[in-house]
C-alpha cells in the first residue's frame, strides 16, 4: 500500500521553521472584507437608483457575485478562528461573510472544520467526498446519470457549479441538523432562514428584474467561482485511508491579483496542513513544503485543473483511480498516474453492466 503520512506529522517537522506571528490572530484581514462591503452597497444602490440599461447591471451583476465569492473565502478564513479568536465575534462576522452564500456560520464549522477537515477524501466519513463504484451501485437515480457519455456529463458539471455550493450546503443543513444539541438547534435554524429572508424580503422591495441583477446572477457568479476552487481542492485527488494532505490535497496556482482577492484560498494543500494560521502566510508554509516532500507536493495551474477535471470522471474506483462506468475506462488520480499535461486513459478489466453492477470485460 502506498505510504501516507498524518497531518500531525507534518505539521510537526514544519512548525518550527514557521513565524510565531503565523499562528495568531490576524484581524487586519478583516479590511479586505470592508471594502468588498464597500463595493456590494455601491451597485445595491447604483442598481436600485438608476436605471441602467442590461449591459450595465449585468456588469455590476458580475462585480457583485465577484465580491460575494470573495467574501465566502473570507468567511472561510474567520470561521477558522484564524481573524479573531473570540467566538461570538468570530460567529458573528462569519454570518455576515457568509450571508450572500445564504451558509450559517454554526452549519459551516460543523460540516467543513469538524468533518471535511478531520476526515478529507475518506470514502465514508468526508462530506464532500465523490463516491466509489461499489457504492454507485446501491444509488440508482445516479447510475442512471453515469449512462450519459462523459463528455455530456462533464458539460453539465461544468455548468452545474453555478448552484452547486447552495444545494450541498443545503444538504449539509439536513444531514448535521440532528447532530446539534436540542438546544442549539433554534440558532442555526435562525442562521439559514434569516439571510434567505433578508434577500426574499429584497425581492419584494425592490422587483424580481433588479433583484435578478443584485441577488440571483450574482449568487450563481459566486457558486461558479468557489465551487471552481472547491473542485480542484480534492476531486483530482485519490481517497486514503489517512488523512495525509499531501495526498488528499490540489494547491492551483493563480496570478498573485487574484490570490490577493481570494485571500490566498488558492493554496490547498498549506490550508489543509495548517487551517489555524492566517492564509497570508501560505507562501512560506509552501516553500516549506516542497523544500521536504517534493515529490509529494500536488501543485497545477488552475486552468489545467479544470481541463483535468473535465476530462475525467467523478467516481472512485480502488481509491486510486477514477472511472467512467459507460465505458469501463480508468484513470490515475494525482500521485497515481495522472498526469495534467495528457489526461490518458488506462485499459481496464472491469466495466459496467447496464444495470450499473461491475463484470469483467476487456476494454
Known amino acids: 500500500m502506498k505510504e501516507y503520512q498524518s497531518l500531525s506529522w507534518y505539521a510537526a517537522r514544519l512548525k518550527p521553521h514557521l513565524p510565531k506571528e503565523a499562528f495568531k490572530p490576524a484581524p487586519s484581514r478583516l479590511l479586505g472584507g470592508l471594502a468588498f462591503l464597500i463595493v456590494i452597497v455601491a451597485g445595491f444602490l447604483t442598481v436600485g437608483l438608476f436605471e441602467l440599461n442590461i449591459w ?12 460575494y465569492a470573495s467574501l465566502g473565502f473570507l468567511g472561510h478564513e474567520i470561521l477558522h478562528g484564524t ?3 473570540k ?36 470514502e465514508h466519513k468526508d462530506p464532500d467526498a465523490w463516491i466509489t463504484a461499489d457504492q454507485l451501485e446501491k444509488k440508482p437515480f445516479i447510475r442512471l446519470l453515469y449512462r450519459i457519455p462523459l463528455f455530456i456529463r462533464a458539460s453539465f458539471s461544468l455548468l452545474s457549479l453555478a448552484m452547486t455550493f447552495t444545494v450541498h450546503s443545503s444538504r449539509m443543513f439536513g444531514i448535521y441538523i440532528k447532530d446539534f444539541d436540542p438546544r442549539n438547534r433554534p440558532k442555526v435554524w435562525l442562521q439559514l432562514i434569516l439571510p434567505w429572508a433578508s434577500w426574499i424580503g ?30 480542484t481542492n480534492h476531486r483530482l485527488n485519490p481517497l486514503v485511508p489517512v488523512n495525509d494532505p ?11 491579483w487574484v490570490d490577493a ?11 489543509h496542513l495548517f487551517p489555524s494560521i492566517s492564509p497570508k502566510y501560505y507562501p512560506l508554509v509552501k516553500e516549506q513544503i516542497k523544500q521536504r516532500w517534493p515529490e509529494r507536493y ?16 467523478r467516481l472512485y474506483y480502488q481509491q486510486n483511480e477514477l472511472i467512467d462506468p459507460r465505458e469501463g475506462n480508468r484513470y490515475g488520480s494525482l500521485g497515481n498516474g495522472l ?8 485499459s481496464s478489466d472491469q466495466a459496467f453492466n447496464s444495470d450499473g453492477n461491475t463484470k469483467n470485460k476487456e476494454i
Open 56 to 67: 450595465g447591471n449585468l456588469l455590476i451583476a458580475v462585480v457583485l457575485g465577484s465580491c
Open 83 to 85: 481573524v479573531v479568536r
Open 87 to 122: 467566538p461570538w465575534l468570530r460567529d458573528l462576522l462569519g454570518a455576515i461573510a457568509f450571508w450572500p452564500l445564504c451558509t450559517g456560520p454554526s452549519l459551516w464549522r460543523k460540516w467543513h472544520n469538524m468533518n471535511h477537515h478531520v476526515h478529507t477524501q475518506d
Open 202 to 231: 429584497l425581492l419584494f422591495w425592490i422587483g424580481f428584474t433588479k433583484w435578478l441583477f443584485v441577488f440571483l446572477i450574482p449568487l450563481l457568479i459566486a457558486n461558479f467561482i468557489v465551487m471552481a476552487y472547491i473542485s
Open 246 to 256: 499531501l495526498a488528499n490535497s490540489l494547491s492551483v496556482t493563480v496570478p498573485k
Open 261 to 271: 482577492i481570494h485571500f490566498n484560498f488558492s493554496y490547498h494543500t498549506e490550508h
Open 298 to 313: 500536488h501543485e497545477m495551474s488552475f486552468l489545467k485543473a479544470m481541463i483535468a477535471l473535465f476530462k475525467t470522471p
Open 339 to 346: 498526469d495534467p499535461n495528457n489526461i490518458s486513459i488506462n
